[in-house]
């Protein structure tokens, strides 16, 4: 089993910054998984905001290309998520999700969620 716990949310105003972090722990350190950031607002489905892999590819959603950054740590089994520049519309719950190859395919597992709001 995996363990995802996300931390870093809060209430920023439009222009600001936050870091999002998410550790993970369990039967992980091993294996080739990948580590990535979805999100959720009011009303909408939950969609991908930033994905990396264990060799350090990238994939960002158009939305917010050039104003956030996600990284990892994989001595920490922890990725980042730096968000800059951020907008009224980056209001949502940041999840984290590890997706993790395993014999049957891949796995997921996800954290509970970290509230980002951005307001003046």
Same mark, same amino acid.
Do not use: H
């Given at each position: ?9 809060? $209430?920023?105003?439009?222009? &600001?910054? $936050? ?6 722990? *369990? !039967? ?9 950031? %979805? ?11 930033? @994905? ?7 994939? %960002?959603?158009?939305?917010?290309? *050039? ?16 968000? !800059? ?9 940041? %999840? ?12 997921? %597992?996800? &954290? ?5 709001? @951005?307001?003046?």
């Amino acid at each position: 089993q995996v363990q995802v716990v996300e931390s870093g949310g809060g $209430l920023v105003q439009p222009g &600001g910054s $936050l870091r999002l972090s998410c550790a993970a722990s *369990g !039967n992980i350190s091993s294996s080739n998984n990948i580590m990535g950031w %979805y999100r959720q607002a009011p009303g909408k489905q939950r969609e991908l905001v930033a @994905v990396i892999t264990r060799g350090g590819s990238t994939n %960002y959603a158009d939305s917010v290309k *050039g104003r956030f950054t996600i990284s990892r740590d994989n001595a920490k089994n922890t990725v980042y998520l730096q968000m !800059n520049s951020l907008k009224p519309e980056d209001t949502a719950v940041y %999840y984290c999700r590890v997706d993790r190859p395993e014999p049957a395919g891949w796995t997921d %597992y996800w &954290g509970q969620g970290t509230q980002v709001t @951005v307001s003046s």
